[in-house]
Each structure stands twice: as structure tokens, then as C-alpha cells.
């Protein structure tokens, strides 16, 4: 087992490799060991390099809105009157926490996701 740290994308290349052989290694062996502390050190790098922002709580309405092929007018029992969804949808206007609420519950959006992110 020959680990170090992934710094660069050259020892993250190397390391996706070595992750890609080891795939599968009984848990507890020497093998299994190795995969486990490399997949965390892969991690480390991606959480530091490749981290992804959080999800615009309309963007996130807008997504589940097509995925069940939705209008504007579906979601008045969760936002409100039709003008209300339109401000919302358009961005003058937020999301309480009853919304949020409604939407998580009777949409299944993620609470992580309708929540603006912290600037």
C-alpha cells in the first residue's frame, strides 16, 4: 500500500485509477483497507476542487415542475393565488416557511433544496 495525499489533478488521475483496481476488495483486507482510505482521500480533493453549489430553491421548483409535468396553476395549493406562484416563479418574491412547508411535503422537493443559499 503505497498512499499519500491527492494534491494535484495529476495525483487525483492516479488515484481514480488505483480506486478503479481496487473496486470490489473484501472489506478488513489489506486491499479493502487501501480502497477505503483512498476514497477518502479522493473525497477531500473533490469536496476542495469540484464542490458544487447549492441548488436555486425556483431552480429546484421549476426542475420537479418538469419532471411531473406541471403547470403554474398545480402549484396554488402549495405557493398560493396564481399571482403569488408567478412572483415567486419570477423571483420577486420568496418562499416563506409555510411554502417551503407545502412544497416539501406535498411535492417531495428537499428541504435543502428550497432553502436559498447563505451568501
Do not use: C
Not at 473484501?26 to 476542487?49: F, N, T, V, W
Not at 411531473?68 to 416563506?96: A, F, H, M
Request: glycine share 8%.
Amino acid at each position: 500500500m503505497n498512499i499519500k495525499p491527492v494534491r494535484t489533478e495529476q495525483d487525483y488521475a492516479v488515484s481514480m485509477a488505483r480506486l478503479d483496481e481496487l473496486w470490489g476488495a473484501k472489506l478488513g483486507s489489506p486491499e479493502g483497507d487501501e480502497l477505503e482510505i483512498l476514497a477518502i482521500l479522493i473525497e477531500k480533493y473533490e469536496d476542495q476542487h469540484f464542490a458544487m453549489k447549492a441548488s436555486d430553491p425556483i431552480e429546484a421548483i421549476k426542475f420537479r415542475m418538469d419532471q411531473q409535468g406541471l403547470t403554474p396553476r398545480d402549484l396554488e395549493p402549495y405557493i398560493g393565488s396564481s399571482g403569488r406562484v408567478s412572483e415567486v416563479l419570477n423571483g420577486k418574491r420568496g418562499l416563506s416557511l409555510t411554502m417551503i412547508k407545502r412544497l416539501h411535503d406535498g411535492l417531495r422537493i428537499p428541504y435543502e433544496s428550497l432553502f436559498p443559499a447563505a451568501v
